[in-house]
T-cell receptor
Framework: QKEVEQDPGPLSVPEGAIVSLNCTYS??????FMWYRQYSRKGPELLMY????GNKEDGRFTAQVDKSSKYISLFIRDSQPSDSATYLC???????????FGKGTHLIIQP | DGGITQSPKYLFRKEGQNVTLSCEQN?????MYWYRQDPGQGLRLIYY???????QKGDIAEGYSVSREKKESFPLTVTSAQKNPTAFYLC???????????FGDGTRLSIL
């Protein structure tokens, strides 16, 4: 079983829909969770950074962590064509550990 | 503008050659990282550096070397010992090892 699992997609949704992106993980020691957005031929851009369980909201984005289920989610409200990208989850055990990345989900927002 | 600059954007290497990828940051970050990204795979850590003149191997360091002589610069050399060097290479930096990492726009390396 891989440490971090992420459906590669593609996930295609109409503009304006609520998007749900998810990662599952096997290591219960992970405490810090991140979501990155990566456009084609570009580097990943940090979207959300959360610690432990709970929700965090930033504009149209909400990150949710359920440590009991080892499951994290990123919700995008009022999705736009410019949200079309690959979304990577990343996590680590302690503040000084290296990051473990998911493989990314390719999201397509249809105009 | 503050940021991380990777150059060149595209790089071609002949078999048996060493090549060096450049990474410069003007964010005054102490920590810097090199990752490799292959199609269908997550990012994998090659090397990281917490401070000047110090660096540590990541998960896939074999066939690579780095130096950290200046805070702003963390070049990566892909040596001829790296048997499968074709990949997208990403450099990142953070204020400290425990802070979120920010990425450059990558260098795509291909073998001729």
């Amino acid at each position: 079983q891989k440490e971090v699992e992420q459906d590669p997609g593609p996930l295609s949704v109409p503009e304006g829909a609520i998007v749900s992106l998810n990662c599952t993980y096997s290591n219960s020691a992970f405490q810090y969770f991140m979501w990155y957005r990566q456009y084609s031929r570009k580097g990943p851009e940090l979207l959300m950074y959360t610690y432990s369980s709970g929700n965090k909201e930033d504009g149209r984005f909400t990150a949710q962590v359920d440590k009991s289920s080892k499951y994290i989610s990123l919700f995008i409200r009022d999705s736009q064509p410019s949200d079309s990208a690959t979304y990577l989850c990343a996590m680590r055990r302690t503040r000084a550990d290296g990051l473990t990345f998911g493989k990314g989900t390719h999201l397509i927002i249809q105009p | 503008d503050g940021g991380i600059t990777q150059s060149p954007k595209y790089l071609f290497r002949k078999e048996g050659q060493n090549v060096t990828l450049s990474c410069e940051q003007n964010l005054n970050h102490d920590a810097m990282y090199w990752y490799r990204q292959d199609p269908g795979q997550g990012l994998r850590l090659i090397y990281y550096s917490q401070i000047v003149n110090d660096f540590q191997k990541g998960d896939i360091a074999e066939g690579y070397s780095v130096s950290r002589e200046k805070k702003e610069s963390f070049p990566l050399t892909v040596t001829s010992a790296q048997k499968n060097p074709t990949a997208f290479y990403l450099c990142a930096s953070s204020i400290g090892l425990d802070q979120p990492q920010h990425f450059g726009d990558g260098t795509r390396l291909s073998i001729l």
